[in-house]
T-cell receptor, first 111, second 114 residues
Framework: EDQVTQSPEALRLQEGESSSLNCSYT??????LFWYRQDPGKGPEFLFT???AGEEKEKERLKATLTKKESFLHITAPKPEDSATYLC????????????FGTGTRLTVIP | KAGVTQTPRYLIKTRGQQVTLSCSPI?????VSWYQQTPGQGLQFLFE???????NKGNFPGRFSGRQFSNSRSEMNVSTLELGDSALYLC?????????????FGPGTRLLVL
């Protein structure tokens, strides 16, 4: 069965302190790995899609990378407004139109 | 352009009752997906409707059902509520076939089952 594990569950960073969030996955044929951001009281907001190992995508202070077993979301010089829960999801070959989500990493950036 | 709206925002029910949640997609969006979010299980896909037809379905029991109307508005129904159904129910709408990248989420309906 497709499975996604995110770590750490929670992360506190000082403003400007770079770090990485991890998303480990088990899937029968990866069709896509997705990163979302979720603010309290709101629905998730799409950030990135990665399709194959070695692929990288960037957006402002965020950079997502993908290997055959995991994805990293690197946050460079974070700001307080980057505080949110970051969700990872995978779409596999089986159940092709179903997304499997991790439980997220809750990021807090302290000024 | 108005975003995805969900009603009600909060709901309290008791075990055994049934509940209907409503979702109005962004104007022009024909796809509506429903998700359940709980602290333990995270976000789980329930089903997706496109042009009044259920196109995709996650792994939930038959107590969870939905429908979509000709104006793309969607409703989700849960019958015979269980304590474990307490969750945030999110609706998302999309206008393209690249569903997972272009979906916009509503704020959710928080359901508490007592």
């Amino acid at each position: 069965e497709d499975q996604v594990t995110q770590s750490p569950e929670a992360l506190r960073l000082q403003e400007g302190e770079s770090s990485s969030l991890n998303c480990s996955y088990t899937v029968s044929g990866l069709r896509g790995l997705f990163w979302y951001r979720q603010d309290p009281g709101k629905g998730p907001e799409f950030l990135f899609t990665l399709y194959s190992a070695g692929e990288e995508k960037e957006k402002e202070r965020l950079k997502a990378t993908l290997t055959k077993k995991e994805s990293f979301l690197h946050i460079t010089a974070p700001k307080p407004e980057d505080s949110a829960t970051y969700l990872c999801a995978v779409q596999g070959q089986t159940g092709a139109n179903n997304l499997f989500f991790g439980t997220g990493t809750r990021l807090t950036v302290i000024p | 352009k108005a975003g995805v709206t969900q009603t009600p925002r909060y709901l309290i029910k008791t075990r055994g009752q049934q509940v209907t949640l409503s979702c109005s997609p962004i104007s022009g969006h024909r796809s509506v997906s429903w998700y359940q979010q709980t602290p333990g299980q995270g976000l789980q896909f329930l089903f997706e409707y496109f042009s009044e037809t259920q196109r995709n379905k996650g792994n939930f029991p038959g107590r969870f059902s939905g429908r979509q109307f000709s104006n793309s508005r969607s409703e989700m129904n849960v019958s015979t509520l269980e304590l474990g159904d307490s969750a945030l129910y999110l609706c998302a709408s999309s206008s393209t076939s690249r569903l997972w990248e272009t979906q916009y989420f509503g704020p959710g309906t928080r359901l508490l089952v007592l």
